[in-house]
Nanobody
């Protein structure tokens, strides 16, 4: 599967953005899909995870209550709705996919086989 992330940009603190991760080559319903982010000089950080049939979504502690992950199987696309953005949310956001990932490991970036190129999100204070 190939992943293409888009939707990043510059936004003021308190604003919103919606990121998209468009998949091609295979259907996202076969995969666990995640968003990670990486700021300069920092480690890659788990943001959110979704999988068809999982029954729930997962979010990192720093984004709980502000970010929502969703998937549109007809468009073969995963979305990340980001609200109440803070300057600390500034990072490159990357989407990732893996077919057989175990739920207990979804926060570990090294468990994902497929990655998109990332989209920059900058939040100004």
């Amino acid at each position: 599967v190939q992943l293409q992330a888009s939707g990043g940009g510059l936004v003021q603190a308190g604003g919103s953005l919606r990121l998209s991760c468009a998949a091609s080559g295979d259907t996202i319903s076969r995969y666990g899909m995640a968003w990670f982010r990486q700021a300069p000089g920092k480690e890659r950080e788990f943001v959110s995870f979704i999988r068809l049939g999982e029954g729930r979504t997962y979010h990192g502690d720093s984004v709980k209550g502000r970010f929502t992950i969703s998937m549109d199987n007809a468009k073969n696309t995963v979305y990340l709705q980001m609200n109440s953005l803070k300057p600390d949310d500034t990072a490159v956001y990357l989407c990732a996919a893996d077919r057989g990932i175990i739920t207990s490991t979804i926060r570990l970036s090294q468990q994902y086989d497929y990655w998109g190129q990332g989209t920059q999100v900058t939040v100004s204070s």
